[in-house]
């Protein structure tokens, strides 16, 4: 893929991973039970664990040993965007739906454009 969508993706992630920094620092932070935050971090940790360990011993990197931290992972993301949509949706009600919306048309987007201009042509030179 081109190097702008790795670009627009790392600004998705990073504005995600400072909005879930800012939450925590947010007096409107909803509490998340302490036995629930555990399971959270516990699933998180183990599954980089045994991802780094598996990777370490052999040489056959796969995502899909992390597949079960994609729980916390998504967790964290919601708890980012949120924290980026509580402001604008107390100025706007709107945002709250907008945003969202069009940041999966976008996503959508990018499968589309993934699969015909990428993924396909590289499947018909087989």
């Known amino acids: 893929m081109p190097a702008w ?3 627009i993706l790392l600004l998705g992630g990073g504005l995600t991973v400072g909005g879930w920094l800012f939450s925590w620092r947010s007096p409107h932070r909803p509490r998340l039970p302490r036995a629930a935050a555990l399971l959270l971090w516990g699933i998180f940790l183990l599954s980089a664990a045994l991802f780094l360990g598996y990777n370490v011993t052999f040489v056959q ?4 040993y992390l597949f079960p931290a994609l729980i916390p992972i998504a967790t964290a993301v919601a708890v980012g965007a949120a924290a980026w949509l509580t402001p604008l949706r107390r100025r706007w009600p709107p945002t709250a739906f907008l945003l969202p919306a069009l940041l999966a048309l976008g ?3 990018l499968d589309l454009l993934a699969l015909f201009r990428f ?4 499947l018909a030179l087989q």
Not at 61 to 64: I, L, V
Not at 119 to 122: A, K, N, R, T
Request: hydrophobic share 30%; proline share 14%; glycine share 14%.
């Open 5 to 7: 969508v790795y670009r």
């Open 61 to 64: 990197p796969q995502g899909r």
């Open 107 to 109: 996503l959508c987007g």
């Open 119 to 122: 993924i396909l042509p590289q």
